[in-house]
């Protein structure tokens, strides 16, 4: 019988590898998109088949987190095997500005799909996946974070996840849900938005080579993070989910670098002297900042098998690929073709 998943957040970045890595693997995969004026697919687009294909296997429902009715309706109708919880306001700087916003998806959300699953009866049949962060550690209890590392956020968007987490072992405890919590440090790719500070980079770096812009405006460039690659994060969701116990696990690679690091390592694949082309710009940086954030991924590589792959220097270089292609086109006035990302 073939295996239901249902993906919230499926159009964003973790969103679209998960869905192509399920329907590798055989899944029906249902997403949950936000009624919006415009269309924000690109990053699934290629996944669809025509509609009417009897073997067409990807669906997309539009549904709202912060619609508990109709999120209980859904999931009786669906009965997912396996549900992956991506969905958020994701930006940690922009947080700060709609911090009420920034609750209402990532903790309310949360608790409301768990309460769906709840009432829809599925208990004991549905699996869940809660996407939590690195940014819930914020002002660092111990280098490196593990999973008993205390969470103290420094953001609006740490707070909310910090909620989640708890709410979804809150639910694991209380009525035996198999939910577990994937405390995922940063992963970029060339699927990453473009205002998150790695995509806003890689962009400025290509752009520039091509004559297309001058200067990159950044924040804090000392900030150290803990970067891997998103395609190989999301092979870390599924496994958590095929566990026959649900658990909470860090996913990171171990190795740390800074905003400073990033830059230089864009631009120089690129030949370019980054400090000639940078400018700092305050408003871009946090009202609180997280100085280093570095995860120790042992229980996850002990637990079922997962460890990074791909080193640092081969992700900035599979993005720089991408967005060079992108500056490209966007030159020969080819628009930003979305075919270009990896």
């Not at 679209?16 to 924000?40: P, Q």
């Not at 205002?195 to 770096?205: D, E, L, N, P, S």
Request: glycine residues 8%; hydrophobic residues 40%; charged residues 25%.
């Amino acid at each position: 019988m073939t295996k239901r998943a249902f993906i919230t957040g499926i159009t964003g970045q973790d969103g679209s590898y998960l869905a192509e890595l399920l329907l590798e693997k055989g899944y029906e995969v249902h997403g949950l998109i936000r009624r919006a004026s415009t269309f924000n697919t690109s990053r699934i687009d290629h996944l669809y088949r025509d509609p009417h294909d009897p073997a067409r296997r990807l669906f997309l429902h539009y549904g709202d987190l912060n619609d508990p009715l109709g999120l209980v309706g859904l999931l009786r109708e669906l009965r997912p095997a396996e549900i992956y919880h991506l969905a958020a306001q994701s930006h940690v700087r922009v947080s700060f500005d709609i911090p009420v916003t920034t609750a209402d998806s990532g903790a309310l959300g949360t608790l409301h799909l768990l309460e769906a699953i709840r009432q829809a009866g599925l208990t004991g049949e549905t699996r869940f996946y809660q996407a939590s962060s690195s940014e819930m550690y914020g002002a660092v209890a111990e280098t490196p974070q593990r999973e008993t590392t205390p969470f103290r956020p420094r953001s609006p968007y740490g707070c909310a996840k910090v909620f989640a987490y708890w709410t979804t072992v809150t639910y694991r405890d209380a009525y035996g849900i198999h939910a577990s919590n994937g405390i995922l440090f940063n992963h970029e790719s060339p699927r990453r938005g473009e205002t998150f500070v790695t995509r806003k980079i890689t962009r400025a770096a290509t752009r520039i080579r091509l004559g297309l812009q001058d200067k990159l405006y950044l924040g804090n460039l000392d900030a150290r993070r803990d970067w891997g690659y998103a395609k190989e994060y999301v092979e870390a969701m599924w496994l958590m989910l095929q566990q026959d116990q649900p658990g909470d696990y860090v996913i990171a690679t171990g190795e740390t670098r800074s905003v400073r690091d990033f830059c230089e390592a864009a631009f120089s694949r690129l030949d370019l002297d980054w400090q000639a082309h940078l400018e700092l710009d305050p408003a871009y940086c946090r009202p609180l900042e997280v100085d280093l954030l570095v995860g120790d991924a042992s229980l996850a590589a002990q637990a079922f098998g997962w460890r990074a792959r791909t080193a640092f220097t081969d992700l900035v270089g599979l993005m720089i690929d991408a967005d060079l292609a992108l500056a490209e086109q966007e030159k020969q006035g080819g628009g930003h073709l979305l075919n270009a990302y990896g």
